[in-house]
């Protein structure tokens, strides 16, 4: 039986991993923020687990409750997108702080504390990222905070990914498609089911040579 993490699983595309990872016979940990997720999580089958990533304390406690863990595959899930910008308007500074902790600085936090579980399965870790963090593939300002952090979190998974390889880890940085979720908005293009489906089958497919790229859900390698 395959161990799943998945982080920041209370909704979204991260509750969806949860689900069909679960229904797969997986053993599923995933993490929540709050009573209502983690029951939620406990009547799909997953073992809910408490963390808050913009608390560095919390993450090192979490990186001790995995010890002696082998995991398959980490989902890094957690994320926000911030100011619906549509131009050049300047986030206010609290702004910036919790879009930036939030995609970049709890992932570089996460890296180390997964890296012994996963290395000890030769696992993957997967971080849920966006086209919007493609400079090569911007047409558009919009959401210019959300895509700032989006491109340094590509930069994230894509150094992770060299100083991970000799320990045999597999890192990707995934673009999971417009999807219908509270982020993405009800008139967005994909199914969250069919968005993760697209998404774990590249997660399952993906070896040393796809390490460290940028991949949508249809298994497609973007441009950075």
């Known amino acids: 039986m395959p161990t799943v993490l998945i982080i920041g699983a209370s909704r979204g595309i991260g509750l969806e991993f949860a689900l069909q990872y679960a229904?797969?016979?997986?053993?599923?940990?995933?993490?929540?923020?709050?009573?209502?997720?983690?029951?939620?999580l406990q009547a799909l089958g997953a073992a809910p687990l408490p963390?808050?990533?913009?608390?560095p304390a919390a993450i090192a406690g979490f990186g001790r409750l995995l010890a002696g863990e082998a995991i398959d595959v980490a989902v890094i899930n957690a994320g926000i997108?911030?100011?619906?910008?549509?131009g050049l308007e300047?986030?206010?500074?609290?702004?910036?702080?919790?879009?930036?902790h939030t995609n970049?600085?709890?992932?570089?936090?996460?890296?180390?504390?997964l890296a012994d579980p996963v290395a000890a399965a030769r696992g993957t870790i997967?971080?849920?990222?966006?086209?919007?963090?493609?400079?090569?593939?911007?047409?558009?300002?919009?959401?210019?905070?959300?895509?700032?952090?989006?491109?340094a979190l590509n930069c994230v998974v894509r150094s992770a990914s060299i100083d991970l390889a000799a320990r045999g880890i597999v890192c990707l940085a995934l673009h999971p498609g417009w999807v219908r979720t509270d982020m993405g908005g009800a008139g967005a293009d994909?199914?969250?089911?069919d968005s993760v489906v697209g998404l774990r089958?590249?997660?399952?497919?993906?070896?040393?040579?796809a390490s460290g790229g940028f991949f949508d859900d249809k298994g497609e390698r973007l441009a950075w």
């Open 51 to 55: 963390l808050d990533v913009l608390d």
């Open 201 to 209: 089958r590249l997660i399952a497919g993906a070896d040393t040579a």
């Open 81 to 86: 997108y911030g100011p619906r910008s549509t």
């Open 126 to 151: 997967a971080v849920l990222s966006s086209r919007m963090g493609s400079m090569a593939l911007m047409r558009s300002p919009t959401g210019w905070l959300y895509r700032a952090s989006k491109a």
């Open 190 to 193: 994909l199914d969250v089911a």
């Open 90 to 100: 300047a986030p206010s500074a609290d702004e910036f702080d919790r879009v930036m």
């Open 23 to 40: 229904a797969d016979g997986a053993r599923v940990l995933a993490t929540h923020r709050s009573p209502d997720a983690s029951a939620r």
């Open 104 to 113: 970049v600085r709890a992932a570089m936090q996460l890296f180390p504390v």
